[in-house]
C-alpha cells in the first residue's frame, strides 16, 4: 500500500504540472489511506476543492473545501474559496457570510475585498459594495479589478458620471487591462439606452410601445445569432425565444445592456442542452461583456423562470 507521504508527493508532482484530473486518484486514495493523520486528510479535501474549483464543480469543491474547514479551523484562505463558491452558485447569502469572516481575520487582504464587494453587488447592496472597494482603493490603487469593482457599484446606483470618472481613470492607469475597456463599452451602451428611453417617453404612446417592444427583444435576437454560429440545433434556437419571452413576461430585472442578456440566455439553453463547451468566459468574449455580468443573468433567468434541468418548455418543441 502507498504510503501518505508518496501519494502527496505524487498528487503534487501532478497538481504542479497542470495534470489536475490525474491527480484526483491520489487525493481519494489518501483519503482512505487507515490512519491518515489530519493534516494529510486536510491536504487532500483542500487540493481536490482547488482541483474541482478550478473545473467549477462547484458542489464538490464546496464539499472539499467545508471538511478542510471543519478539519484545519477558519483559515482565511479557505473562507475566501469556499465563500466564493457559494457566491458562484448564486448563494450569496452564504458566501458573503464566508466572506466577512475571511476579511475579519485578514482585513487587508485586496483579494478578499474584491470577492466581499462583488459578492455584495451581486446581491444588489451596491452602497455597501462602494465602501469596500473605496476602502481596499485607499490602501492599495495596484489591483485593476478594485477600480471596475468600484465602477459596477456605482453604475448599480445609476451614478453614471462618478463610474465613467473612475473606469477613465483607471484605462489611464491601466491601459492594456481590456477589462476595464469592456466596463467603459458597457457604462456606454446604458447610456445608450437612458437616452433612448428618454426619446421613447417623449414621443407618443404607440411609438412607445412599438420602440419599447422591439428594443425588449434585441436579446433574444441576439442570442439565436449566437446560437445558429455555435452550431446548436434548431429547436436550441427556438427555446432561447420562448424563454426570453417568458422572461419578459415573469422578469424583476429588465435588459439594460442586451448583450449582456443575450450572453445569459446562450448560457441558459447551453446547459439545457448539456453543451459544456460553451463557457461563460467564450460568451463573455463573444458579446464584450464581463463574465460576472453572464453569472448574473444565468441565476436570474434560471431562479424566475425556475428553469430544471432539460426543462421541456425550452427544449421540446415535437410537433
Request: contains cysteine; aromatic residues 10%.
Amino acid at each position: 500500500m502507498e504510503s501518505a507521504v508518496w501519494l502527496k508527493e505524487k498528487a503534487s508532482s501532478l497538481v504542479e504540472s497542470g495534470a489536475y484530473g490525474e491527480a484526483i486518484p491520489y487525493l481519494e486514495k489518501l483519503l482512505r489511506l487507515p490512519g491518515a493523520k489530519p493534516y494529510d486528510t486536510y491536504f487532500a479535501h483542500f487540493t481536490l476543492g482547488e482541483i474541482h474549483y478550478d473545473a467549477r464543480s462547484w458542489s464538490y469543491a464546496q464539499r472539499h473545501f467545508q471538511k478542510a474547514l471543519d478539519i484545519g479551523g477558519e483559515d482565511p484562505l479557505v473562507l475566501l474559496l469556499l465563500g466564493q463558491v457559494y457566491s458562484a452558485q448564486g448563494k450569496h447569502n452564504k458566501g458573503r457570510s464566508l466572506l466577512e469572516k475571511a476579511w475579519k481575520l485578514k482585513p487587508h487582504d485586496t483579494t478578499i475585498e474584491l470577492s466581499l464587494g462583488t459578492c455584495m453587488c451581486l446581491q444588489g447592496e451596491f452602497e455597501e459594495a462602494e465602501e469596500v472597494f473605496r476602502r481596499a482603493i485607499r490602501r492599495d490603487e495596484s489591483a485593476h479589478e478594485i477600480h471596475v469593482g468600484l465602477a459596477q457599484s456605482l453604475m448599480g446606483q445609476r451614478r453614471w458620471d462618478e463610474a465613467k470618472a473612475v473606469l477613465e481613470e483607471a484605462r489611464e492607469r491601466f491601459p492594456m487591462v481590456l477589462a476595464i475597456r469592456h466596463a467603459l463599452k458597457d457604462l456606454e451602451k446604458i447610456d445608450q439606452l437612458e437616452e433612448f428611453y428618454d426619446w421613447v417617453m417623449s414621443d407618443a404612446i404607440g411609438n412607445y410601445l412599438e420602440s419599447e417592444n422591439e428594443y425588449d427583444n434585441i436579446p433574444a435576437k441576439l442570442a439565436q445569432t449566437a446560437l445558429a454560429e455555435l452550431h446548436l440545433p434548431a429547436e436550441a434556437i427556438e427555446g432561447a425565444q420562448k424563454m426570453w419571452d417568458d422572461y419578459l413576461r415573469v422578469g424583476y430585472s429588465m435588459p439594460r445592456v442586451p448583450e449582456v442578456w443575450a450572453a445569459g440566455v446562450v448560457y441558459t439553453i447551453a446547459k439545457l442542452y448539456n453543451n459544456s463547451d460553451i463557457s461563460q468566459a467564450e460568451l463573455a468574449r463573444r458579446f464584450e461583456v464581463s463574465p460576472a455580468s453572464v453569472s448574473r443573468v444565468f441565476r436570474a433567468l434560471s431562479d424566475e423562470l425556475k428553469i430544471k434541468e432539460h426543462d421541456p418548455r425550452y427544449t421540446d418543441f415535437r410537433r
